[in-house]
């Protein structure tokens, strides 16, 4: 019986629409199912990320908030009229831009955010500059399914560490600071990735957008709202690990453990939560029978009219639509087809007054290449008795699953003893950072990328020298080098290391000669 109450329910809604928005929303629906199924490679990754990685579980309540947000605005909407306006298909060609050059790149973020910004690009073309004035912020907030903030992880692990040792000073714990390493008299506690509190800022990042949208009418206000969004759950995952810490000094670490993934979780947060909406209460401005679209200012207002003179037929939007999203997901099969022609082996090359020997680490240490098609891990050492250990890999594209500078590759070997310390100064415009074993064994560690004429120690470099060779169909392999010892008494490791590059010459040349480049 369900059912049958259900569909006349349905077709009495779909019965109130005006006939001029019938025809622009099918084709708004068969545009976006279009492009879904197009991009369902980088939707799904989206997906995933969303249901498995906790960090972007609030994620899965942002289409809820859409439907929420339109249907706000419902009773407006209605009086207005949807016209194609093909002015809109620059932003349309925009997004398909800024995807291509994620999709040929292997640089996620950018497909990602390309295949969202698809999603208000198409509805400004479909329903015209007038409609998309109206629902300017449920197109803006759509934005938030992309996930983002690992980027952010590193800097928030060391704001959190230095706050939590400026609070465990003040409590009077006598501890030491290493990095993102704590060392207390109860033990030695890490400000790890998953406690960079990246997960919490991120959600009331969205929160906070959304009441200060909702909520208040003065940009004042929610630009004062949204500054205290960002800073209250910084300043509050600061007083969560030092908790922790407080907590094991009496109770032990297990306990303190413990204790801080029940409550300290989004227990905590959510305390946190409700205090800065408690706080912003007095200051709400918006009435609750305010309208959330502005009809008699988008009605007279002279811009829009003005640009209202731009409008096409709704099928040859359509069809603009399909037919710069079909030449674009072409382009990107074509650039996926080039690999570059690497040799059938490579070796690592001789140094002056430096010997490879046995690779025999304290604790293994091992770079992770995924998708490299050569890797190469040596150790080489010289007269002095200076050890200097040397990764190499060699690509012949970048690619899904085989990007040389992508998160979790590289030096940092995820799900081992191995954490980040911190960054350090680089070597010969590499990227230098410390890492530590076991909570005492440290390894420093310079990285340099390189493709073309570029020789680089930044991904983003990286990721743009590659977009622009798969733009122009230039098929070129690119490599990673990583030069890293452990340090010791006897041989400070960056000193270790500076003496291997003086005798190896610059990386650029290594980096050829161990690839056999000329």
């Not at 408690?278 to 200051?283: D, Q, R, S, V």
């Amino acid at each position: 019986m369900q059912p049958d109450i259900a569909m006349p329910r349905a077709g009495q809604w779909l019965g109130r629409l005006p006939d001029a928005w019938r025809p622009p929303l099918l084709r708004l629906a068969l545009a976006w199912a279009g492009l879904v199924l197009l991009l369902l490679r980088d939707w799904a990754d989206m997906a995933h990320q969303w249901w498995d990685v906790s960090t972007y579980n609030h994620i899965l309540l942002i289409p809820f908030v859409l439907v929420w947000l339109v249907k706000l605005r419902a009773a407006e909407l209605v009086k207005l009229r949807p016209e194609a306006w093909w002015p809109g298909l620059v932003l349309v060609a925009g997004a398909l831009f800024l995807w291509l050059l994620g999709s040929i790149s292997g640089l996620n973020f950018a497909s990602q955010l390309g295949a969202v910004a698809l999603l208000p690009a198409t509805a400004l073309v479909l329903l015209g500059p007038r409609i998309g004035a109206a629902l300017l912020f449920p197109l803006a907030y759509s934005f938030f399914l992309v996930p983002f903030g690992d980027v952010l992880v590193p800097s928030l692990q060391m704001i959190t560490a230095k706050l939590t040792i400026a609070l465990t000073h003040w409590s009077g714990i006598p501890a030491r600071i290493d990095g993102v390493f704590i060392d207390t008299p109860a033990g030695l506690f890490e400000v790890a990735e998953a406690c960079s509190g990246v997960k919490f800022l991120i959600a009331m990042i969205a929160l906070g957008t959304l009441v200060a949208h909702v909520c208040f009418l003065g940009w004042r206000r929610r630009l004062a709202f949204m500054a205290v969004a960002i800073i209250l759950p910084v300043l509050a995952n600061g007083v969560r690990a030092w908790g922790t810490i407080y907590i094991a000094q009496s109770q032990g670490i297990e306990f303190a453990a413990g204790f801080d993934h029940i409550f300290y979780g989004w227990v905590f947060f959510a305390l946190v939560m409700l205090i800065l909406l408690a706080a912003a209460w007095p200051f709400f401005d918006r009435a609750p029978e305010e309208p959330f679209v502005d009809l008699a200012a988008l009605q007279s207002s002279r811009l829009l009219e003005q640009l209202r003179q731009f409008t096409i037929g709704g099928w040859r939007a359509f069809a603009a639509i399909a037919i710069l999203t079909f030449a674009t997901v072409g382009w990107s099969a074509a650039a996926h087809r080039l690999e570059a022609q690497l040799p059938a082996e490579i070796s690592l090359p001789q140094v002056d007054g430096w010997q490879l020997v046995d690779y025999h680490p304290q604790v293994w240490w091992e770079p992770r290449a995924s998708g490299a098609d050569h890797r190469l891990l040596g150790r080489y050492r010289d007269a002095e008795g200076r050890e200097v250990d040397v990764f190499f890999a060699l690509y012949a594209a970048q690619d899904e699953g085989r990007e040389a500078g992508s998160f979790g590759e590289g030096a940092l070997m995820p799900d081992t003893a191995w954490r980040w310390l911190e960054d350090a100064p680089g070597e010969a415009g590499g990227m230098g950072e410390w890492l530590q074993a076991n909570g005492h064994l440290k390894r420093f560690a310079v990285t340099w990328y390189r493709t073309g004429n570029l020789v680089t120690g930044s991904n983003a470099r990286l990721k743009l020298a590659n977009m622009a060779d798969r733009l122009a169909m230039r098929a070129r392999p690119t490599s990673m080098l990583i030069v890293s010892t452990e340090e010791s008494p006897a041989h400070p490791a960056q000193e270790a290391v500076r003496a291997f590059l003086a005798a190896a010459g610059p990386p650029a040349r290594w980096m050829d000669r161990a690839a056999q480049l000329p």
